[in-house]
Structures are given as C-alpha cells and as structure tokens.
C-alpha cells in the first residue's frame, strides 16, 4: 500500500557528512588521550546539543571517566542574549579537585560556555577545559573565552543535527546540516 509523502519531515542539506564528524572525533579524543593519559577525567555534557557528541567523544576516551550532566537555557530569545543563563538541571557531584572537560556542541557568541565556567570554577576542580565540536569564529563575543579543543570552525550559517536542534528537531540527524530556511 503506498503511503502520501511525510511533509512533516525533511531532511537538510548536508554541511559536515557523519564520516567527517568521526574522522575529527578520533582526532579530538587522540589529544584528549595524550592530554589526560592516565587521569581520571570527568565530562560534562551540556544538555541537550551535546548528547550525540559526547556519546561519540567518550567511546574513543581511554581513561578512566566519570560523566555528569549540566542542562542550561538562555534568557530571552537566542540573538539578544544577555549572556545571563538560567541552570536548569545541575551535575550531582562535587568538582573539587577534579579534572574537568566540558563538552559543547557549538559556541557561537561564547556566553553560554563563558557562564559555564565561571559557574563551575567556584566549586574549585583540579583543572577546567572546554571542547567544543563547532565554533562560529564570526559570531564570537567574549574573546578571551577558553576553547582548548575545538572540531570545526564554521561560518555563521544555522546548522542542525548530530544533536542540535532548531525549535527541537533535527537533533536525530547523523550529520550536520543546514538551514537556509525555517522548516
Ligand atoms: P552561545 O551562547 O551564543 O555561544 O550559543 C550557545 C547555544 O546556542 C548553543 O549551545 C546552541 O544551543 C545554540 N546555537 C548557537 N548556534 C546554533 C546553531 O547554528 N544551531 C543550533 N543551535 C545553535
Ligand atoms: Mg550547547
């Protein structure tokens, strides 16, 4: 029986293919590896962009790990952040004196990772690094923002997918894509 097309679902035009993306993730996690030999190493993963990114990253870790969880959203629309972020899930652990790697999706003005970690240097861990899978150089507004590891730098397009959304979908494509539009 032939089903009518599904309007509802569309799939954006490829920017960065699924081979690419692991290709630079073995890359990324071989520094980590070096970086971090034989430490223990806790990641937290900024919900929810980051989930299919830090799946990936912590598969190719080769240390022992610990993985916490941080869930953040912005005040007001995207575009007139004020940079002042609302936590609304916290990690359940104490950081002191642990090394610490936040894993972000993207960093396009830098506020949300900037409030990250001055959110989470009080509490006084052992050392605080970021990496983050994209990174929109033209966008950046806090220019001293840390970013020790970084996947791709991008232009200022939207892009979806591999985690990231637009209004909540698309976070289940395996690749990153592009919206020219609104869909
Ligand atoms: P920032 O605070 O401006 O650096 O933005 C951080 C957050 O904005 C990211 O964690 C994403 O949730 C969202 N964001 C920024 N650019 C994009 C994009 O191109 N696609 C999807 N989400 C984005
Ligand atoms: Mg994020």
Sequence with gaps: MSKAPDVKYFEPPSYISAADIKARILELAAKINDDYAGIDLTLICTLKGSIVFFTDLIRELRMPIHCEFIGTSSYGNHTESTGEIKVTLDLNEPLIGKHVLIVEDIVDTGLTLAYLIDYLKVRKPASLRTVSL??????????????????????????????????EKFRGLPYIGYLENEH
């Design 134 to 167: 994209l990174h929109k150089p033209e966008t950046l507004k806090v220019k001293t923002l840390k970013m020790d590891y970084i996947g791709f730098q991008i232009p200022n397009k939207f892009v979806v997918g591999y985690g990231l959304d637009y209004a």
